[in-house]
């Protein structure tokens, strides 16, 4: 096939659940507050928005719509929350999608917590495979064959493309830190970046079409509520502090000298805006206007074609998960792998009546002979 069949042209996309944003900030920010905020605004059915809660700061707000995947696990069975959310929350999800879609758009709070919860599975997983309590990704990069933080970063992306390919957006949540950066030429600076690992950021900085990150910004007064640019000081010339000051929170939607956590794929951005639900929306909004240099289509019109394509592209990710021989055999092996020892010479007998041998993995490649090996596996479990 030519690749010129596959060449197409590109409409940016105008719908805030056809994008994922990044939402960074130190805590007590407001991260949460303004996801809730933004959807209640936004959407007119709460169930448009669906909040996937890795830890419990949204305890103090109403909200209609969450699932509390942490209450699956503590921090010593924290892998059990991973794995609630990849094979009971993620699969539903798609699956939701396919009879008749009720979320549009899916808020990760936090993704932090969520990469913490998926390094457990990790641990948890490949203790189990090698026989031996791993406690650090650095210890399976040691002691097998495999790289730890690569183990994790195939294991974390895999149920957000799978919901990304099934036509869901996001809002990942995530938490900033000051980090000291040294130049080639040995300057140093502080500045605000995302908390997370390298392996995070690949899965979730390097997707986002829009980050924003919600910074407190300081003003100092004198007592007579004029605005200071340098400290006051006393009769003698020493410098003292003001006893009068006006803290906001800011969004930066652009880097700046100490915010580095910002920016996105859009060119019309502000620097910055003072936090509230409705100057997120006015951003974004005139972020999607500023690209649409040449199409003739108006936003409601785009809005609907967009829809269309979220559907065909759920219908096509579908076919190939249910048709791919390398899913379909990674799913016995994760059945298998969780079955008792008379479970399994059961599936041995049930291989042998239908293969001619009492395995499945000569069969790898074949999508229909896999799809029978599932059936029975599945059967002998229940699950």
Same mark, same amino acid.
């Given at each position: ?16 659940? /056809? ?56 921090? !010593? ?26 979320? !549009? ?5 936090? @993704? ?16 189990? =495979?090698?026989? !031996?309590?791993?406690? /650090?990704?650095?210890?399976?990069? &040691? ?7 690569? @183990? ?25 830190? &000051?980090? *000291? ?24 900085? /390097? ?28 009769? =003698? ?51 999607? *206007? ?12 785009? =809005?609907?074609? &967009? ?5 065909? =592209?759920?219908?096509?990710? /579908? ?22 020892? &008379? ?41």
């Amino acid at each position: 096939m030519s690749f010129r069949k596959k060449v197409k042209k590109n409409t940016p996309k105008v719908e805030l659940q /056809s994008i994922t944003t990044l939402v960074a900030g130190g805590y007590k920010t407001g991260k949460t507050r303004l996801w809730k905020e933004v959807t209640e605004l936004h959407y007119t059915t709460p169930e448009d928005a669906l909040l996937i809660a890795f830890e419990d700061g949204y305890e103090t707000w109403e909200l209609d719509n969450i699932v509390p995947v942490h209450e699956e696990g503590t921090d !010593k069975t924290l892998w059990k929350v991973w794995e609630f959310f990849k094979k009971t929350v993620a699969p539903e999800l798609v699956q939701e999608a396919k009879d008749g879609r009720v979320t !549009k758009l899916i808020g990760v709070d936090t @993704a932090d917590r969520a990469i913490d919860a998926c390094t457990a599975w990790v641990l948890y997983d490949r203790s189990k =495979k090698y026989g !031996k309590t791993f406690v /650090s990704l650095q210890e399976i990069s &040691e002691s097998t064959d495999e790289n730890g933080w690569v @183990a994790l970063y195939e294991e974390l992306k895999k149920p957000f493309d799978t919901l990304k390919n099934a036509g869901y957006g996001f809002v990942h949540i995530c938490w900033t830190k &000051e980090k *000291e950066t040294t130049l080639h030429n040995g300057l140093k600076y502080n500045s605000i970046q995302l908390q997370m690992s390298a392996t995070g950021k690949k899965v979730f900085e /390097s997707q986002a079409s829009l980050i924003c990150c919600l910074h407190n910004e300081v003003t100092v007064f004198d007592k007579k509520g004029a605005t200071l640019e340098d400290n006051v000081t006393d009769k =003698k010339g020493r410098e003292k502090a003001s006893n009068f000051h006006e803290t906001k929170t800011m969004m930066y939607f652009r880097p700046s000298e100490y915010v580095e956590i910002a920016g996105g794929r859009y060119t019309n951005l502000p620097d910055k805006v003072e936090y509230s639900a409705e100057n997120f929306l006015e951003v974004f909004k005139n972020a999607v *206007e500023g690209q649409l240099k040449k199409t003739t289509k108006t936003v409601s019109e785009l =809005k609907v074609e &967009e829809e269309q394509q979220r559907e065909e =592209k759920l219908k096509e990710t /579908s076919d190939k998960l249910e048709n791919d021989p390398a899913e379909l055999f990674a799913k016995v092996e994760e059945v298998v792998g969780n079955m008792s020892r &008379e479970q399994k010479l059961k599936a041995s007998a049930e291989f042998e009546k239908v293969f001619g041998v009492g395995n499945y993995k000569q069969e790898a490649g074949n999508a229909e002979n896999l799809k029978k090996a599932l059936k029975i596996v599945t059967e002998i479990t229940g699950n």
